[in-house]
């Protein structure tokens, strides 16, 4: 189909008598653009416009829809991030009050970390927590941060953290169905120096094999009891994990079960800003994270795969080494950019270091949403694991697919 539009032109003689006069002053903006499709006239009158037409073809090809970009300014933070996946029905409003518990926790200790020195934070508090490790002054502060948010949200029934020697069930008055486990702050020994720590947590819901109720014939212990077999779940179970990494950025990574988002604290607004959507973990990156100074501790299929790491590979170079002394950093880095992590046993900690329940079945519930692998001594997953114990132990390896399989054959072969 074609259409007839018109074109002014304007005649020469005006332009030559008046050279500063051109077509782009004298022609309106919305016709300027049709000048192109119309050969010059030359009237023999003085100062007439003369209108030429031009066949537009119109229809004839649709053009392809433009893209709808992003616009720079708009940010999606952690609430609003919620709320659509509340109305998604991926998860229900109690969970979203949990986390968004969690996260005003997590600011909190964020903001206790940076002023550390300051406010006279650092150092040892003079107690030792269960596993017999001394606790810094933060760690006894961050738990109860951690607590009391989780209390205040009237959603958690049973909180289990790493400086609580056993569970611990809300007062029915906060009373609610879910159960978190959480480790405070992850790399204490990093407080003092200002190097990296980060907080883990995970959520579950009530355990229909015993939900938490003290009534008045029950003793404490029988309620304690309760609460043990309540929170003890494998990370298999687990509806949502996270951590939240303090460094030179504060980043809330977190899954639901539907891949793993990474939120970055905006210091400006006090906000959680999406910044890394549904994070991929690359298949293999020659990269390790081992704590070497136990080497002579390690059994010789593990140090035959460590030494083969440390040959030149095919290109020339040996797999690059790396550790920061925080579960939460070492992840944080693998799945932006792959790798593996190991925390095995050794002749001294037959079980390894990390803890089971809110430790490594969080983060291998992370890795294994980002497309990761995480595994223990015996190859077992991680997530099929079920705690005995609250603050049982288990030696891990965890990270990029192809680089765990690498170690598998060192192991199990």
């Given at each position: 189909m074609a259409e007839a539009v018109p074109t002014f032109r304007w005649n020469n003689n005006l332009r030559s008598a008046s050279p500063t006069l051109s077509n782009s002053r004298l022609s309106p903006p919305h016709l300027r653009r049709h000048l192109h499709g119309c050969t010059q006239q030359n009237p023999r009158s003085s100062f007439h416009p003369r209108i030429s037409c031009a066949a537009v073809e119109i229809g004839a090809t649709a053009p392809a829809p433009a893209k709808i970009k992003k616009n720079r300014y708009q940010i999606e933070n952690l609430t609003t991030w919620l709320l659509k996946q509340e109305q998604s029905g991926h998860i229900d409003a109690e969970l979203t009050i949990v986390l968004s518990s969690i996260s005003l926790a997590c600011k909190q200790i964020a903001s206790l970390l940076q002023r550390s020195s300051i406010i006279n934070l650092t150092g040892a508090h003079g107690t030792v927590n269960i596993q017999g490790e001394d606790q810094k002054k933060l760690d006894v502060?961050?738990?109860?941060?951690?607590?009391?948010?989780?209390?205040?949200?009237?959603?958690?029934?049973?909180?289990?953290?790493?400086?609580?020697?056993?569970?611990?069930a809300v007062e029915e008055t906060y009373s609610g169905n879910y159960i978190v486990v959480f480790d405070p702050v992850d790399?204490?020994?990093?407080?003092?120096?200002?190097?990296?720590?980060?907080s883990i947590f995970g959520i579950y819901g009530p355990d229909k094999q015993c939900i938490f109720d003290l009534d008045d014939d029950s003793t404490l212990d029988q309620a304690e009891e309760k609460c043990i077999v309540s929170v003890c779940q494998p990370g298999s179970n687990l509806l949502a994990a996270g951590y939240c990494l303090y460094?030179?950025?504060?980043?809330?990574?977190?899954?639901?079960?539907?891949?793993v988002y990474a939120f970055t604290l905006d210091p400006t607004y006090g906000e959680f800003v999406l910044t890394h959507e549904n994070i991929k973990i690359p298949n293999s990156n020659r990269i390790y994270s081992f704590n070497e100074g136990n080497y002579d501790l390690f059994d010789e299929k593990l140090k035959k795969y460590?030494?083969?790491?440390?040959?030149?590979?095919?290109?020339?170079?040996?797999?690059?080494?790396?550790?920061?002394?925080?579960?939460v950093g070492e992840i944080h880095r693998m799945l932006l950019v792959g790798g593996i992590y190991g925390n095995p046993d050794n002749k001294?900690?037959?079980?390894?270091?990390?803890?089971?329940?809110y430790e490594c079945a969080p983060m291998s519930y992370l890795i294994e949403q980002a497309g990761g692998k995480s595994i223990d001594r015996q190859g077992r997953r991680i997530l099929d694991i079920k705690p005995t114990e609250v603050h049982q132990r288990t030696p891990i390896f965890v990270g990029s697919p192809d680089e765990v399989e690498k170690l598998e054959k060192y192991l199990f072969e």
């Open positions: 502060i961050s738990n109860e941060l951690f607590c009391d948010c989780l209390r205040s949200s009237g959603r958690t029934g049973i909180i289990a953290s790493e400086e609580e020697d056993v569970p611990v790399g204490s020994a990093n407080i003092d120096t200002s190097l990296t720590t980060g460094s030179s950025s504060v980043v809330f990574t977190l899954s639901i079960g539907r891949g460590l030494d083969d790491l440390r040959k030149p590979g095919p290109n020339g170079k040996p797999y690059s080494g790396r550790y920061i002394g925080c579960l001294n900690s037959k079980n390894g270091n990390l803890r089971l329940l």
